[in-house]
């Protein structure tokens, strides 16, 4: 755990307490538009380390963020048997999907993993370690999410970065009716990177 000065400490885990009530007051989880770039491999790895591939020694380009939370029932009991798959663009605003062609020239990062999966604890509990996500043509930064139970797939969003300047100007997010449950606050956290909590609640 990082040492903090006590104030900036406090002030941290209060920002964030107070960013989780919001969220748990704001129901069920929207659903939202997959996009062109959900994986189409899902083989070699693909774990809930999306910084670290097997077998390239350098981590990925981007500002390490932990994104972590739980998946919820309607009333707000915990998903124990629930897999959470993330997808998401580089550093260079690159998705690992042959669909998604450069006009600009900006190679992938190869050493970004893309995509990840992860079953949930008993509690509902998922994590991922990823890149704080960054925009790319006409999006704001953002997450795409999957929640699938039992094989099939229950539940498809993305998660946006609180206070992006770009949120305001994405046509998917300014048309969500429930964005506040779709929005996390990306805080300083351990080890020098980034936390978010995004707890998903099914319907
Ligand atoms: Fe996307």
């Given at each position: 755990m990082m040492q903090l000065p006590l104030s900036r400490r406090s002030l941290i885990v209060g920002s964030s307490a107070l960013l989780a009530r919001p969220a748990l007051a704001a129901g069920r989880t929207p659903r939202q538009t997959e996009g062109?770039?959900?994986?189409v491999d899902w083989s070699g790895d693909i774990d809930s380390d999306l910084v670290r591939v097997q077998g390239v020694a350098a981590d990925a380009l981007g500002q390490v963020a932990q994104v972590m939370g739980r998946v919820l029932d309607a009333?707000?009991?915990?998903?124990?048997?629930a897999i959470v798959e993330i997808w998401q663009c580089d550093?260079?605003?690159?998705?690992?999907?042959?669909?998604?062609?450069?006009l600009f020239g900006s190679a992938r990062?190869?050493?970004?993993?893309g995509r990840g999966r992860a079953a949930v604890a008993s509690d509902g509990s998922y994590r991922f370690r990823t890149i704080r996500p960054v925009a790319y043509s006409g999006r704001a930064p953002h997450i795409h999410f999957r929640v699938k139970r039992g094989g099939r797939e229950v539940l498809t969003t993305q998660l946006y970065v609180a206070g992006d300047p770009l949120n305001e100007r994405d046509g998917i997010y300014r048309r969500e009716a429930n964005r506040a449950a779709l929005t996390a606050a990306f805080l300083p956290g351990e080890q020098g990177a980034l936390a978010a909590t995004f707890d998903i609640r099914l319907g």
């Open positions: 062109p770039f959900y994986p009333r707000g009991n915990p998903v124990g048997d550093a260079h605003g690159r998705y690992r999907h042959p669909g998604d062609v450069s990062d190869q050493r970004f993993q």
